[in-house]
């Protein structure tokens, strides 16, 4: 009889330690967490220049958070950048707050800080009964940099002589390593290239002035370093007038007939439309459009000076339009539409060989609506020649030619009324007068010679 209660009384304290034992033992499993919160720091740069904000995300998925502390160290100074403590609901129950973001701000100088490297540090931790009820706590340390002073830039090109319609080119050197650096015209900015000379802080770049750009416009080199303190500098200028031709083109029915089924699958699928009207589709919308796909593939020009030498202008050929004619097209006497003509048309036997104006690389080989056929060749440093209207495409992209070489043979593809070469030339995204680079004495004048005056350090191939 004694055994059997003392069995009984082990068994009650069994199951009752059962009851709470293992309901406890689960909660303290859940409650000791070890899971660390996630930081996730989103600046945009190491550098810091004189203000920035940057985002920073916490979260904790399982206790919750407890406290983010961020702040700036160097050379033993602290500066709390943002410290925030979270609410728990209940010493029990962990954190009310799983993830949140915090906005940043930093000016160095507002918190006493000089320029040099320094140190930012996250600390961020949970409601996690581990470490003595402090929490999984997460630390981060990133080296940044503290440069809150402009870049300073030295032009070291000299006489910038440049037409209407024309190009230009402008060397300058700047302080410290820049993100970007470049020549700004009007509304128009040429992105500067390094890697010409030794000195990686060498800049390169080929301007233009648009043919539509008065001789009033403003030219200023711009960078911005790495900590996106920005300088500007002004240059020596001087824009040349130049007036542009007026050219009559009477649109014809026969011509319509013969290319607007060209079209069909790019203009309006409007079947209604009469031709004058789809052609006024194609010579507006699809010409922009066109125009696009050219910008969009000189944007990212090569950092190595493919060419030399004045570039190769069509053999045997007469001049059958210019660079900037300002076209008024006309049909049946009456005045329909005006485009302005961005390059200089070349007529020959028809299906002459095409040699490339200089050397280059091929980033474009393919039908491009009005302009037919087209190749358009990477020169380097933002240099690009284009062919149009080609019967016959002989090149790939990617290719690498050297002046002269057969890129294909002229046609009458796209909107050309009769077999002929369009070459259009351009810097960046700027259409330019292909004349001047048909000129040995421009290109010497214009480019090497001014290249050879910063001279020492250069690397040529
Ligand atoms: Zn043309």
Redesign the pocket.
Known sequence: MRTDKKHSKIWLIAILCLMIGVPGGWFLWGRLEKEKPAINLNLHSSHLGRSQEFTLAVSDAKSGLRRLWVGLLKNGQEAVLYDEKFPSAGFFKGGTVHETSAKIQIEPAVLGFADGEAILRTVVSDYSWRDWWKGNTTYTEKKVVIDTRPPEIEVLSRAHNINRGGAGLVIFRTSETCSQGGVQVGDSFYPGHTGFFNDPNVYLAFIALGYQQGTDTAIVVKVADLAGNDAKSGLNYHLRRKVFRQDRLNITDGFLKQKIPNFSLQASQDTNASLVDKFLKINRDLREANYQKIAEACRNADSKMHWQGKFLRLPKSAT??KFADHRVYFYKGKEIDRQV?????LASVARSTVPAANAGIVILAEDLGIYGKTVIVDHGFGLFSMY??LSLIGVKVGEQLSKGDILGRTGVTGL?GGD?L???MLVHDTFINPVEWWDAKWIQHNVVSKIERVGTGMKRE
């Open positions: 059958r339009a003509h961005m390059g200089i048309d149009a209207h050309a002929h369009h070459f259009s």
